[in-house]
Antibody
Framework: QVQLQQWGAGLLKPSEPLSLTCAVY????????WSWIRQPPGKGLEWIGE???????NYSPSLKSRVTLSVDTSKNQFSLKLTSVTAADTAVYYC?????????????WGQGILVTVSS | IQMTQSPSSLSASVGDRVTITCRAS??????LNWYQQKPGKAPNLLIY???NFHSGVPSRFSGSGSGTDFTLTITSLQPEDFATYYC?????????FGGGTKVEVK
């Protein structure tokens, strides 16, 4: 049974960095990409980026200048850092597994963390 | 790649047949997935690669299409199916989602 558990600060001030981590339990860590997806309150889903076990990344062009994904294979964890946050970055942030062996769906998701940016 | 879902919302009754469409701005072959999301919860994968069931998904859900036009069908709507549904293309990065279709009680 694959489980993703995520954590990080839920309340930030403008210009502070956002930092979230996701731990993967069960299944293989090496055989998948690991993604971050966010959802502003009342809105749709936005893909942030993905990383694999060797550190290969793909980023959303709209966030690329502010996003860094990293991976710790010794702990089966991956992390998101987003710099210089504004109110527009207020959203529920999800981590998810991307299964490119099956045409790339996000087949397992973390529970989500609401990150609020407010002064 | 832009993903356009329609309708953005619909009202239906238990037992109804419901169809949601998703159109891609370019050919994505079969790299199309469908998710169901309930309030306060993470999305759940229903269908991957346009027409394949994710584990545990009831058979009343089905997906079809290829290229640019795709459909999610619920053959007999159940009370637990009232939710928002999203399509997603995974043909190329940046991966993109449709805007969502909210299925509400009529």
């Amino acid at each position: 049974q694959v489980q993703l558990q995520q954590w990080g600060a839920g309340l930030l001030k403008p210009s502070e960095p956002l930092s979230l981590t996701c731990a993967v339990y069960g299944g293989s860590f090496q055989d998948y990409y690991w993604s971050w997806i966010r959802q502003p309150p009342g809105k749709g889903l936005e893909w942030i980026g993905e990383i694999n076990h060797s550190g290969t990344t793909n980023y959303s062009p709209s966030l690329k200048s502010r996003v860094t994904l990293s991976v710790d294979t010794s702990k089966n964890q991956f992390s998101l850092k987003l710099t210089s946050v504004t109110a527009a970055d207020t959203a529920v942030y999800y981590c998810a597994r991307t299964n490119y062996a099956s045409f790339g769906p996000n087949d397992y998701w973390g529970q989500g963390i609401l990150v609020t940016v407010s002064s | 790649i832009q993903m356009t879902q329609s309708p953005s919302s619909l009202s239906a009754s238990v037992g109804d047949r419901v169809t949601i469409t998703c159109r891609a701005s370019q050919n994505i072959y079969s790299y199309l997935n469908w998710y169901q999301q309930k309030p306060g919860k993470a999305p759940n994968l229903l269908i991957y690669a346009a027409s394949n069931f994710h584990s545990g998904v009831p058979s009343r859900f089905s997906g079809s299409g290829s290229g640019t036009d795709f459909t999610l069908t619920i053959t007999s709507l159940q009370p637990e199916d009232f939710a928002t549904y999203y399509c997603q293309q995974t043909y190329s990065t940046p991966l993109t989602f449709g805007g969502g279709t909210k299925v509400e009680v009529k």
